[in-house]
């Protein structure tokens, strides 16, 4: 008996074809989504790199921030330093809460502004009182958040009474010129 064989083999032979296409099929579009994988995941690499960039940046970036604002607080405490000619009134307020907080009696004229290579406001201030209450006064007078220099000073004693139990006074008399902002 002779079988014929040829319908099976093409039969064979159209599904060895036909798997052949379908798996040359899977693998074109499995090389086609590794592509797109590969593709989207250095895309997804350099927007990371990026992202890694910005945050640096945005660290320096508050950095700056961090130095512009402790720069405007030097300037600001730089600044109180200095007297503003256009108003004397915190240098005078906090000269007057420091002579009653040391018990002298206070008095101040207002001089000239002096201009030139260091521009200052100047002040006659007379103080009162007994010794460790001037001598209170004028170590505060070394403590002000302002730059002062004491140009003239004269300490003389104020007669009060003849007698032991009367404290005697003294009084101070202070040329001081007070910096100004140029």
Known sequence: MIIDVSPKIAYATTAAASIMCVALGAAGIYALLISYVLRESAAISAIQSQIAMLEAKKSQAKDKEDDLASARESMRLLRSVFLDPADPLPFLELLEDEAN??????????????????????????????????????????????????????????????AADVPQEIRLSLMVHVAVER
């Open 101 to 162: 907080r040391a018990g002298v009696l206070m008095s101040i004229m207002l001089g000239e502004l002096r201009q030139g290579s260091a521009p200052a406001q100047e002040f006659l201030i007379t103080a009162s009182g007994s010794y460790v209450n001037v001598r209170a006064f004028l170590a505060m007078m070394e403590l002000l958040p302002f730059e002062v220099s004491v140009r003239n000073a004269k300490l003389q004693k104020n007669q009060v009474g003849f």
